[in-house]
């Protein structure tokens, strides 16, 4: 089963819209026409309308960093997937390390999102992983394969097309840590026996499992190399074009 490689850049709570527009044009300029490796660029909330203009004309996705699960109410500072739909965001990360650890998301909240993102027709970037101590204790593919069934209950087969996870080792996110090409592909090969159990063979083998943590230029072709490694979502490395490009190209090498 071939997938095609992801490279999403999240730029996490960075760049004004005028900072935004500039990076999304310098990106667009190296990387936006070419098709043999998907780019999305995931911006804060408030930079998704001046990007989703700069990345129309282009093969360049965009994505949300979160968003809410109800799709409508009295929920003050939130965002809902239409609302993402109408500025023609296609892809949401939800379930980020940070949001769980600063914002209280669990397993069951972020399922709900999850859900609620798939009925939007956005595909849903879920990520998952362990931290420094639990990895320690052993104990990485229990809490990994966890999140996931936890986090994909109730999940159709027949959405599967819009399904991507993402590896983030807690302790790699931000830190300049990676995990080595042995370690990730290890938990990614871990993931996709626990979505073979969840949604069969054919299915699992179909979704794309991308790497995150202290990725960049320097360790993408090694990562990328990796047999269930299907391409990655990047922090630090995606707020500057130059990273980020030359981690698109070592995916279009790897292709
Ligand atoms: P990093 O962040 O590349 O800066 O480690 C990755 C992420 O949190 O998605």
Wanted: net charge negative; with cysteine.
């Amino acid at each position: 089963m071939s997938r095609k490689y992801l490279i999403a850049g999240n730029w996490k709570m960075n760049l004004t819209p005028d900072d935004s527009a500039a990076l999304v044009e310098e990106i667009n300029a190296v990387v936006g026409t070419q098709t043999s490796v998907q780019v999305c660029v995931c911006p804060p909330f408030t930079s998704l309308p001046v990007v989703s203009d700069k990345v129309e004309q282009t093969e360049v996705h965009l994505g949300a960093q979160n968003m809410h699960a109800e799709p409508s109410g009295a929920y003050t500072g939130e965002i809902s997937a239409e609302m993402l739909r109408s500025l023609y965001v296609s892809h949401v990360i939800l379930g980020h390390s940070e949001r769980r650890q600063y914002c209280g998301e669990t397993n069951a909240s972020i399922n709900q999102k999850i859900l609620a993102a798939i009925q939007a027709n956005l595909k849903p970037i879920y990520c998952v992983g362990e931290t420094l101590g639990e990895r320690e204790a052993g104990k990485t593919m229990e809490i990994v394969s966890t999140q996931v069934r936890e986090g994909l209950e109730g999940y159709p087969s027949s959405a599967l097309d819009l399904l991507v996870i993402a590896y983030e080792p807690v302790w790699a996110i931000g830190t300049g840590k990676t995990a080595t090409d042995e370690m990730a592909q290890e938990v990614h090969a871990g993931i996709r026996q626990v979505l073979t159990e969840m949604f069969g063979e054919a299915d699992a083998s179909s979704i794309r499992i991308l790497y995150g943590g202290s990725m960049k230029p320097e360790n993408a072709a090694g990562l990328l190399a990796q047999p269930d490694v299907d391409g990655g979502l990047i922090g630090g490395a995606s707020l500057s074009a130059k990273p980020f490009c030359d981690i698109v190209e070592a995916a279009i090498a790897a292709e």
